[in-house]
């Protein structure tokens, strides 16, 4: 990626990481009332009775814009491990921004099997384990 370009798409993602913060009170109002919504509801648990790969997610947010890691993790494991995925792609774009290369998230096949396998892994153990999740 060009350096100009990540400069500008890492200056927005910077704006809009500081936005969640200094909004997040209104943001914690916001996902309290979707909660509360009757469509909230999950489709596929409601139907299936099972967890779908997104139950869970937006008690996750909740739980973490409240700084709350823990339960933020015990509703959806996988929400928090894509966010610290995200924050790595993120610090990749500051680098190179910067016009530094680093390399925070391995490009490898061995990298995406382990972390295909382990997502799927926990989506299927979660629905037989329910100690896994909050959700
Ligand atoms: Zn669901």
Known sequence: MKQK?????STVLTMFAVL???LSDKLLKVISAFERKSEAKC??????????PACGNTRCVSSLLNGDLF???SYNAFTVALLL???????ELLANSF????????RSYRFL???????AAYFILRNIFPF????
Do not use: W
Not at 99 to 106: C, L, Q
């Open 132 to 135: 896994l999740t909050a959700a």
């Open 43 to 52: 489709v596929f648990r409601a139907h299936t009775g099972l967890l779908c």
């Open 5 to 9: 370009s990540a400069r500008i798409i």
């Open 99 to 106: 016009g530094r290369t680093a390399a925070v998230i391995p």
């Open 85 to 91: 995925f995200c924050m790595g792609l993120y610090a």
């Open 71 to 73: 339960a933020a993790i």
């Open 20 to 22: 969640t913060v200094i």
């Open 113 to 119: 099997t382990v972390v295909l396998t382990l997502s």
